[in-house]
């Protein structure tokens, strides 16, 4: 069964840094690309970046490029995300989220993380 | 980027009802249309990808299609536990995108 855990969120000042990870197991985890999803409070998902299996390749909505990085470790099944000059805008529950080799779409997720940026 | 409009936002239906959502892409995709249930919460859930194919473990009143730019979902027949809310995404080209959702209530 594949599982993913996010942790790592809490409450930031604006302009502040934070660092997410998201464990995985039950797959194997460097043959799969990995997502970040986030959702705003009460509103809909927004895609937010993506690596590769082997992180040679990243992706980035164009609302946090620049500010966040996506990396994994696959020697223990870990992605990442760190997140600088934070935004009120940023505040939302940050999902990490995987495909499948057959499967177009996600079909695993975390249970989220709640990342709150406020004074 | 393809913006994802779905149609409509809110709808309120009855246990049995046959109900049907629509997501209309900005420009002419691909296939990877895919479709999300979320419950309050909770992780979304996928049901649908690749516009026609059901997610393992997916119910078979559950059902997509759709091509070009229009895409429907369409739940044969409502059971309590649909209650919820419906995304459906792109993954066609980057950056992936997601409708604005539509909110499935009870009447």
């Known amino acids: 069964e594949v599982q993913l855990l996010e942790s790592g969120g809490g409450l930031v000042q604006p302009g502040g840094s934070l660092r997410l990870s998201c464990a995985a197991s039950?797959?194997?985890?460097?043959?799969?690309?990995m997502t970040w999803v986030r959702q705003a409070p009460g509103k809909g998902l927004e895609w937010v970046s993506t690596?590769?299996?082997?992180?040679?390749?990243?992706i980035y909505a164009d609302s946090v490029k620049g500010r966040f990085t996506i990396s994994r470790d696959n020697s223990n099944n870990t992605l990442s995300l760190q997140m600088y000059s934070l935004r009120a805008e940023d505040t939302a529950v940050y999902y990490c989220?995987?495909?499948?080799?057959?499967?177009?779409?996600?079909?695993?997720w975390g249970q989220g993380t709640l990342v709150a940026v406020s004074s | 980027d393809i913006q994802m409009t779905q149609s409509p936002s809110s709808l309120s239906a009855s246990v049995g009802d046959r109900v049907t959502i629509t997501c209309r892409a900005s420009?002419?995709?691909?296939?990877?249309l895919n479709w999300y249930q979320q419950k309050p919460g909770k992780a979304p859930k996928l049901l649908i990808y690749?516009?026609?194919s059901l997610q393992s473990g997916v119910p078979s009143r559950f059902s997509g299609s759709g091509s070009g730019t229009d895409f429907t979902l369409t739940i044969s027949s409502l059971q309590p536990e649909d209650f919820a809310t419906y995304y459906c995404?792109?993954?066609?080209?980057?950056?992936?995108?997601f409708g604005q959702g539509t909110r499935l209530e009870i009447k």
């Open positions: 989220a995987t495909e499948s080799p057959d499967v177009s779409g996600y079909p695993y």
């Open positions: 039950g797959l194997t985890f460097s043959s799969y690309a």
């Open positions: 690596t590769t299996g082997n992180g040679g390749r990243t």
């Open positions: 420009q002419i995709i691909s296939s990877y």
């Open positions: 690749a516009t026609f």
């Open positions: 995404q792109q993954t066609d080209s980057i950056p992936i995108t």
